[in-house]
Structures are given as structure tokens and as C-alpha cells.
């Protein structure tokens, strides 16, 4: 049955596209945004629902370009159902799942699997990312046609990085003629070694193996100089550190068709978040020092990094309850997005706007999704949140089956209040729940 014409009313509507931000109110049909007004409210049909926005901003729902899904073959630590559970209730409407499932995502059958599972089981857009190499070994490429043909939106090797560069240099010439985009995940593994943090001073008080930061780089460099040579599309999925933002920055001013993003982790925490060799915070790519944490958050401001993503991987207890050095990397992410985020608009470092294109606009631009916007005709993907609303995260709470939050008892600011996709709600807040 069609659903009942929505009007959410008396809401802070906050465009990324256009800038605009003003009280206003807009009317939903049909799964699309059908009018809205800015300063009033649109007429509003005999049968609709009116929704009152309390004054609270309504944005495009969030579109996250990197999620660690369980399902297939690790539903312990989550399914689609659970994550999509969770990106709802963090405002986020369409994720990108990753291929590092079992099987892996390097055939048009596991695509068209995951495709039907999320349509029966998930409460937001999953979209599934394919692997550029077969098994994510490294050095068989999939085929990259018939993969977008299922619905791959992206190819990526998930946590692994191709290493081989006629491997990477041939990836990127199919993506090229395919009209795909490559998102690598930037550590040299031989350079990683059995590191298990950012190599420093609190590495060496810790006791603990580092990383240096030439493990990114070093990749960055050789897979930017590919770019060069074969004009793909390119996506560093995550940069961490001051050295990779000009690495970029100079890549963008020479022209190549290169993005990044970076990890809400990266943004808002630093190594010294470990503490007493937390585990929650054992990430890939490390937490960094403060200036890198810095470095990161002003290539935001100024758009060298394009998306902010959530990096969202959920490990259970037995991979996460263990020695510093033996535990897995990965922390949730997805469901606190949208709140951690918002530290940075709380402290002054980024205008809501630009924070709000890189976790919207900018992603749905990337994987040539009409989202990312409020206007006439886009889809009522939606988030209605308060920025202001103060609370401190009990772990219990999320809706993620796994409870690996970096954020587990912090204090956050700002609250997914109401999510809309296809313009249905997919999660509504009840305090206590």
C-alpha cells in the first residue's frame, strides 16, 4: 500500500548542496521530497501525517562509504539486519558494506546474495562493495563488469591493500574503462609488520610495536603515481596523518581524479585515547598524535579530505578481551557517526555544513547516488537530529550485536532523533531505549 503523505514541520532544514540553513518544513510523497519551504510550511494534503520538528535540524540521512558487515559467514558479530539497525539509529540511511565476508564478495552470486538479504532483512540502503582481487589474495583480479552489473558499487580489498603494483596498475585501467570507482585501503603490510600503533613516544611508554607513518604514505605515493599513469578514479579510503593530507592536496592540484576520506576515528581521537592499552581504540589505521589528529580535521575544513566514514567494524569479545598486541583492530562506528562527528562542531573546528556535505553529499556524489540533498524530487532519505541534545553512551544500548565502541562511556553531544528512508521511518528515539 502507498504510504500516507508526510509533513515534518518547524524544522531547521540544512541543505549541505546549497547551504542553505533556515526553519522551514517539507512535504514527503511517495518515498521523494515533494516540496519544501524554507521559512513556512508547504501545503499539506488532507490525509498526510504532520511529524513537528521541535526546531531540530533536518539533513540528508547519511551515506557511509565503509562498513564491516558479518554477513555471510560472521553473523556473530553482526548481520545486515543488526547493522542497518544500528546505522538507522545513528541517522545513517545507506551503507556501504565491504567484501571482507566469507565468502568473499568477488562473484556476481555473493552481490545478488547480499542484495536480497538487505532488501528482506535491512532497514536502510545497503549497498554491497566488491573486491578487486579474488579471495582478497592479492593478485587474481575479479571482473569488474559483471560484478557492477550485479550491483557492486565500488571495488575495494577491504582491510588489505594491494600490494603488487602491475596488480593495482591493471585494477585501475578496468576501472577506468568500466566507469568504477577503486577505493584502497592504504597500509603497506610489510611496514605494519607486527606493529599494533602509531610509532612515537607512547609506543615506546606502552612498550608496544609501532607503525610508522610511511606505511601509509610510502602506498599512497606509488598508487597516486598509478593514478597518474592510468586517469581512474581513485579513493584512498582512509589517510591519517599531516604528510598523507599533503600528499593529496598536491595529487588534487595537479588534476588527478583522486578522493579521501578519513575515519571519524581519526578525526576526533588520538593515540593517547589508548590509555591504559584499550583495545577498543586498536584501529587500522592507528590513532595518531594530535597533530596529526589536527592535521586531518583542517584538510576536512578546507575539503582535501572529501568523506568521513565510519570505519565501522565489529569484533566480539574473544578477539577483543586480550593483550594489547593479540587483540583484533576494528571498533563500531556506524551508530555514532553522526554524534562524534558533532564534537567537531561543538569545538569550533568545522562549520555543520561542511560537516554535514562529507557525511552526505559528498559520499552520495562519489557513488553517483542522487541523495546527498534537500530538494525537490530527491529522495526522503532523511535525519532529524538534535545537535545539542548531552548524553553518555552505554554500550548496552547500541543495536549492534557486537560492543566494541571506542566511545563506550564518553560523553557525546547530539542525537539522531528521527530517521526516514524512502521516506518511511526506519528509526524513531524513545529515550531509554
Given at each position: 500500500m502507498t504510504a500516507r503523505p508526510l509533513v515534518i514541520a518547524n524544522a531547521r532544514l540544512l541543505d549541505p548542496v546549497s547551504g542553505q540553513d533556515k526553519v522551514g518544513a517539507l512535504l514527503i510523497r511517495d518515498g521523494r521530497i515533494a516540496d519544501l519551504q524554507w521559512g513556512a510550511s508547504p501545503p499539506a494534503p488532507e490525509d498526510a501525517e504532520i511529524i513537528d520538528g521541535g526546531g531540530h535540524v533536518l539533513a540528508p540521512g547519511l551515506t557511509d562509504l565503509r562498513a564491516f558487515v558479518g554477513e555471510p559467514g560472521a553473523e556473530h558479530r553482526e548481520t545486515l539486519a543488526s547493522a542497518s539497525a544500528a546505522a538507522a539509529a545513528g541517522g545513517v540511511t545507506t551503507l556501504v558494506c565491504m567484501p571482507d565476508t566469507n565468502p568473499v564478495i568477488d562473484e556476481p552470486a555473493i552481490v545478488d546474495f547480499v542484495l536480497r538479504r538487505a532488501r528482506d532483512t535491512a532497514s536502510v540502503?545497503?549497498?554491497?562493495a566488491a573486491a578487486i582481487t579474488k579471495h582478497l589474495a592479492g593478485r587474481e583480479m575479479t571482473e569488474f563488469g559483471l560484478l557492477s552489473e550485479a550491483g557492486a558499487v565500488a571495488f575495494t580489498d577491504g582491510l588489505r591493500a594491494v600490494t603488487n603494483a602491475q596488480v593495482m596498475r591493471r585494477a585501475l585501467t578496468y576501472a577506468r574503462d568500466?566507469?568504477?570507482?577503486?577505493?584502497?585501503h592504504v597500509e603497506e603490510p610489510d611496514l605494519v609488520g607486527d606493529g599494533v600503533m602509531n610509532e612515537g613516544e607512547m609506543a615506546s611508554r606502552l612498550g608496544l610495536h609501532g607503525i610508522p607513518r610511511e606505511a601509509e604514505t610510502i602506498l599512497l605515493e606509488r598508487d597516486l603515481r598509478l593514478v597518474r599513469l592510468t586517469r581512474a578514479r581513485y579513493h584512498a579510503a582512509m589517510i591519517?596523518?599531516?604528510?598523507?593530507?599533503?600528499?593529496?592536496?598536491r595529487a588534487k592540484e595537479a588534476g588527478l581524479p583522486v578522493t579521501c576520506g578519513v575515519s571519524i576515528n581519526n578525526l576526533v581521537l588520538n593515540e593517547n585515547d589508548i590509555g591504559h592499552y584499550r583495545t577498543f581504540c586498536k584501529?587500522?589505521?592507528?590513532?595518531?598524535?594530535?597533530?596529526?589528529?589536527?592535521?586531518?580535521?583542517?584538510a576536512l575544513n578546507e575539503g582535501v579530505i572529501d568523506v568521513v566514514v565510519s570505519d565501522h567494524n565489529p569484533q566480539d569479545v574473544e578477539t577483543k578481551r586480550l593483550p594489547f598486541a593479540e587483540a583484533?583492530?576494528?571498533?563500531l562506528g556506524i551508530e555514532t557517526l553522526l554524534a562524534a562527528s558533532l564534537r567537531l562542531v561543538h569545538a569550533g573546528d568545522i562549520a555543520l555544513p561542511r560537516l554535514l556535505a562529507a557525511l552526505s553529499a559528498e559520499p552520495a556524489r562519489l557513488l553517483g547516488r542522487e541523495g546527498g540533498r534537500l530538494a525537490k524530487g530527491a529522495p526522503a532519505d532523511l535525519v532529524l537530529f538534535d545537535p545539542d541534545e548531552p548524553y553518555i553512551l552505554d554500550k548496552r544500548l547500541l543495536k549492534s550485536r557486537s560492543k566494541n565502541s571506542p566511545f563506550d562511556e564518553a560523553r557525546l553531544q547530539g542525537r539522531a532523533l528521527l530517521t526516514l528512508v524512502g521516506g518511511r521511518i526506519a528509526y524513531r528515539f524513545e529515550a531509554g531505549r
Open positions: 540502503h545497503v549497498l554491497p568500466f566507469g568504477a570507482l577503486l577505493m584502497q591519517s596523518c599531516a604528510d598523507s593530507v599533503e600528499i593529496v592536496r584501529l587500522s589505521p592507528p590513532l595518531r598524535t594530535e597533530e596529526d589528529r589536527k592535521a586531518v580535521v583542517a583484533a583492530d576494528g571498533a
